[in-house]
């Protein structure tokens, strides 16, 4: 099997809940029927109840309808391709890799709320990161949550990579600067810095963040290269303003959509797109470390609508 290959059976399989939810129900809706303008209705209903977002289920529907009147889409069967083609065209060609600094080491501040799976999305980043060949050194920088150490540390073994922790309660800036030193000294390629999962409406852990990031910019240059902002597809809606207010306070570069197994709301990527100029660049198909895909739009859309 191609390295492709797997990668997009990994993201269908991830996305089987989204795919039901949307693919399934359209073709359920739209095979095999001639269009009209109370399917299409009824497709713009299906979509936002997804979560594709109602500025781009609007965009999506009103483009179908002007096909529709103009004779040019007149098939269910039609209407399926027309909303794939769309959807796969709303994405510009960016680059989504995560980030390389010009000298070594690449750091990634990982941020998020509570309850995101955060830690864990470290964790899978980590291995992503090795699997590319890249050294990686973890920093537990989640000082207030002794659980969050705990788990990483657990993580960091399992994987085979570094991790420099502080005490619980410890200041969470003085553990980036204790891992930006570690590693400059190891020579190693990435550090992951977890953060702890402060809530977006809490203005002093936002500039808690703020400290940590004026850190690590003063030991590696350019640092952080990379903020990744993790949210839970479960969450819908509210992941977006999430993203929203995070992107304004925290300077995200990049979103790692977690938890896309667990929901059949996988249309919020969409939602995400037309709502902030961030790209999505990983993607939490599963609870497993290797459970995490590159964000690919074409494969994804793909997933969404297959049987």
Sequence with gaps: MSLFRAA???????????????????RSLLLGRALSEELIDEIETRLIAADVGVKATRELVDGLRAEFRSGRVARGEDALEYLKQSLKARWP???????VAAQRPTVVLVVGVNGVGKTTSVAKIAKSLKDEGRTVLVAAADTFRAGAVAQ???WSERL????????AGADPAAVAFDAADAVIARGIDVLLVDTAGRLHTQENLMRELTKIRNVLAKKIPGAPHEVLLVLDATSGQN???????????AGV??????????TARGGI?????????????LIGVGERPEDVQPFDPDAFIEAMFAQ
């Excluded at 085979?160 to 005490?167: P, R, T, W, Y």
């Design 152 to 154: 990483l540390s657990v």
């Design 93 to 99: 060609a960016d680059s989504r890799a995560i980030a």
């Design 8 to 26: 997009f059976d990994a993201v269908r399989k991830g996305l089987q809940k989204t795919a039901a939810a949307i693919g399934g129900q359209l």
């Design 160 to 167: 085979g990579v570094d991790i420099v922790k502080g005490k």
């Design 239 to 249: 992941a977006v303003q999430q993203a929203r207010l995070f992107a304004a306070a």
């Design 269 to 281: 990527v969409v939602a995400i797109r037309e709502e902030l100029a961030v790209p999505v660049k």
């Design 253 to 262: 570069t990049g979103i790692f959509l977690a938890k896309l197994d667990g």
